[in-house]
C-alpha cells in the first residue's frame, strides 16, 4: 500500500511539474510574440475605427450614400489598374436626380458659390461608385491621388481653381488631410457634357 501511495504521489507531482511547465513555455512564447500580437490588434481596430470614422463623418455632412449616376456614353464609372481605381467624369446630379447646369462668369452665369457647390456633388458621386467598387469598406482608401476638374467658362472667367475646392475641400473633410489632400488640375472649358457646370474625375489608391 505504501509503495502505491507513493506511486501515486510521485505520478501527481510529475503532472504538476508538466502543468507548470507547459505554463511557463506559453508565457515565455507570448511575451516573445507580445509585440507582434499587440500590433495585430492595433491595426485590426485601427481598421475598425478608420471604416467607422469615415462613415460617420460622412454621415455628419449629410451624404447619403446612393447608387451613382450611370455612365452617358460607351465606358465604364471605375477601372482598377494595380491598386489604383480610375474613376471617370463624374457630373453634378442631386440625390433628387436634377443636374447643376450652366455657364461660370459672364452676364448672368453662375456664380463661384454656385460652381463649387456643384463641384461638390461631383465628389459626392465620386464617394458613391467608390462605396460601390470597395463593397463600403473605407478602410481600403490609401490616398486620394489626384483629382482633375472641368469647369463649364465663360472666356472672361478665371477661378476655376476657386470652383474645384468644392470637390478638393469634401474629400479632405471626409477622408482627412493624410487621405483626402491630393495633387490636381483645374481646368477652364467652353463646354461640357449635358449643359453641366462642372465635371470632376479622380485616381484613388487603395489596398486588398
Not at 138 to 166: L, T
Request: with cysteine.
Amino acid at each position: 500500500i505504501t509503495s502505491f501511495c507513493a506511486g501515486t504521489t510521485m505520478m501527481q507531482l510529475s503532472s504538476s511539474v508538466v502543468v507548470v511547465a507547459a505554463y511557463y513555455l506559453l508565457l515565455t512564447l507570448c511575451l516573445l510574440n507580445f509585440p507582434t500580437v499587440v500590433h495585430s490588434l492595433s491595426t485590426i481596430s485601427m481598421s475598425s475605427s478608420s471604416a467607422s470614422v469615415v462613415a460617420d463623418k460622412l454621415k455628419s455632412m449629410g451624404v447619403t450614400i446612393r447608387e451613382s449616376p450611370s455612365p452617358k456614353g460607351n465606358y465604364i464609372s471605375c477601372v482598377r489598374s494595380g491598386n489604383s481605381l480610375h474613376l471617370c467624369g463624374h457630373i453634378p446630379q442631386k440625390d433628387d436626380g436634377t443636374l447643376i447646369c450652366g455657364r461660370l462668369g459672364g452676364d448672368g452665369g453662375l456664380t463661384v458659390e454656385e460652381g463649387y457647390e456643384s463641384a461638390r456633388w461631383c465628389a459626392i458621386n465620386i464617394v458613391n461608385t467608390l462605396h460601390k467598387e470597395l463593397d463600403g469598406d473605407w478602410d481600403r482608401v490609401v490616398r486620394i491621388v489626384k483629382v482633375v476638374g472641368f469647369v463649364n467658362s465663360h472666356d472672361d472667367f478665371q477661378q476655376q481653381p476657386a470652383v474645384i475646392n468644392g470637390a478638393s475641400d469634401f474629400f479632405g473633410e471626409a477622408f482627412g488631410p493624410t487621405i483626402g489632400v491630393h495633387a490636381r488640375s483645374a481646368v477652364g472649358s467652353n463646354a461640357l457634357p449635358l449643359g453641366i457646370a462642372t465635371e470632376v474625375e479622380a485616381i484613388v489608391e487603395i489596398k486588398d
